[in-house]
């Protein structure tokens, strides 16, 4: 990515030098644009044929062999490197800048060659829609009796003439917005719009056609952030996008103009690109300096109802927060539009994600102007908070040289009929990244999340969390993806700094982390009662835990039967750091962990994933267990991460042949392992007073940004209680489970000495 540290993403870094990097691009382009037939430019003239009385620069004609072998070049490569330059510069006898401005030349023409035929072909389609208006005018001035050949009266014309004029008017209002697309995504104006369309003189073709985002194309966007997002020679864009025919979708699904996805998608990139800019009046800075909330009043006043108006039980959650993460732009973007990716680098974000059409694919084989529709629930781990389902669009596009921005935003206000009231809890505006590469291989990424939801389903406890942006906010984002990042860094690096994994292969290394990552994927969905299919057995509130119920049947990994997840969240007195300090300690996990039993656990090995002593993978055994059990007894396999919006700890008791074939390098599937835990979170109250004891639940209504010094612990459970999946639950299997947690919630509470 050359040059991408010298150019800002918000033109902080532009300075003098900038300037003359673009007069000499200027230079170059239209030394190249004077030869388009063939002939070089030779800048190189000697400075007395530069002072010659002509006062013109020499062109040399290309032989016939070194056309034909740079034009057999260019099918090949039309962007060649230096490297490839050179090397065909020696073979032909010419110097670099010739075969560059030659390729620049080819590539010029190639380029005008496109536009003038779609050009031609938005013409033609503009002298038909022409003549047919003419043709609806003039039979509407001289209507006519097809029996008699006398006059007719207005009221006599067919009801196939006014389907027509109908349907006249829409392709009018399709072609209209086409253009308009292509305006935006080319930067100019097409020569096709020059002469406009006549408009129709009837009051029925103005009002048909007419869609809900005919606004949003009007609205002015200039360049944000001192860089060319429009240039059509470093991000080329479809004129006229490619569109997929819809899978699995409903009947009234596939019906929707997808120009009003195309029209939605670019007003939300350019909301997104304002919203992102450095010293926005639109943002306020929060106290904790990581992350910043977006004024509404300004908002409003700024940018229309992108996605229609709030509904009035609906609540707004607006956050911006920036950060610095271990990976390129591309890889990022590649992550990003891969819905099974995506889910795997925010597993305790998200619950499930899927692509359910392809709106307009990449071009160059790259996610340049990719735009898709997606399903994907969104989680908080605990059952407090009810997961979000929201159905959006996603649209990738390319600014500059190693400058992406990937947006989201609902369409369930351009889906009419029944099917709009599916996701009516939660909508997502807006919201997504922007991404620049820098120097040093990492990537600058300005995060903004920006959801309108009804929290009358939230519990009140986590109601300030949620409003904190810690919750789905945009600092959960970025520090969820700096931390992913930071241990896909280190667990594939040949060198992995701290823990004792000397004795541990880097395939080993890899096949373990693997498995923590299904580990920890399966409790999360254990938790949100997400990814599988689950039936409630017991609803849970504050006092009582949440327990659902699935049948594993042939899921590799897992075993076989009926799995019951038992879920509670409780508030605690201490600090979440003291928390998760004395649940990640071996030496006395004793006091709560019956898998223990009873005696202090021995850590086996330890893998680092980051330089945070919080985030990392081990390997447990009881010191209880006899030496000369361990060919058939049982490890726990543990991870831990933390950051600044929580902390996460998961077990799960895994076979020692089976983890001997992991740690060697095998395929991690072989361990079947079912997963519990611990979700650790501030409360975000204003104090440290604690919920209310005696109304039986956390009964605090708070905002964040307080000094509490407390925090929310979720507990989470995943036992098999029958080995037979068409085998019934029953009541002793739910007593023991409840009892399961409260012994773990009274362990915890003693040896923190709670009240």
Known sequence: MEGAGDMGLIGENFGPGDADKSKEEEYESRSGSDNIE????????TQGDKASSSGRKKYHRHTPF?????????????????????ELGRRLNLESKQVKFWFQNRRTQMKTQMERHENNMLKQENDKLRIENIAMKEAMRNPVCSNCGGAAALGEISIEEHHLRIENARLRDELSRICGLANKFLGRPLSSLASPIAPGNSDLELAVGRNAFAALSSVGTPVPMGLDFTSAVTNPLPILPTIR????????????????????????????????????????????????????????????????????????????ATGTVIINSTSLVEILMDPNRWTELFSCMIGRASTIDVVTDGTGGTRNGALQLMHAEFQVLSPLVPVREVKFLRFCKQHAEGFWAVVDVSVDSIRGGPSAQIFSDCRRLPSGCIVQDMPNGYAKVIWVEHMEYDDSNVHQSYRPLLRSGL??????????????????AVITSSTVPGGDHGVISPSGRRSIAKLAQRMTHNFCAGVCATVYKWEVVQVGNADEAKLVMRKSMGNPGEPPGVVLSATSTVWMPVSEQRLFDFLRNEQTRSQWDVLSHDGAMQQMFHIAKGQDLGNSISLLRSSATSPNSNQNGMLILQETSTDVSGSLIVYAAVDIPAMNVVMSGGDSSCVVLLPSGFSIVPDCYPDSAGPNSSSGNFGKEATAGGGSNGCLLTVGFQI?????????????????????????LQGIRSALECS
């Open 66 to 86: 070194q056309i034909q072998e740079l034009e057999a070049s260019f099918k090949e490569n039309p962007h060649p490197d230096e490297k490839a330059r050179l």
């Open 38 to 45: 063939g002939a070089s430019g030779d800048d190189q003239d």
């Open 245 to 320: 025919s819809s899978m699995g979708m409903t009947s009234f699904d596939v019906s929707i103009d997808k120009s009003m996805y195309l029209e939605l998608a670019v007003a939300a990139m350019d909301e997104l690109l304002k919203l992102a800019q450095i010293d926005n009046p639109l943002w306020f800075r929060s106290l904790d300096g990581f992350s910043e909330a977006l004024n509404l009043e300004e908002y409003n006043r700024v940018f229309p109802p992108c996605v229609g108006t709030k509904p009035s039980n609906f609540i707004t959650e607006a956050t911006k």
């Open 471 to 488: 919750g789905f906010g945009a600092q959960k984002w970025v520090a969820t993806l700096e931390r992913q990042c930071e241990c896909l």
């Open 720 to 744: 098999l209680v029958n080995s037979l999946p068409a085998s019934k639950l029953t009541l002793e299997s739910i007593d023991t489970v409840n009892a399961l947690i409260g012994r773990t």
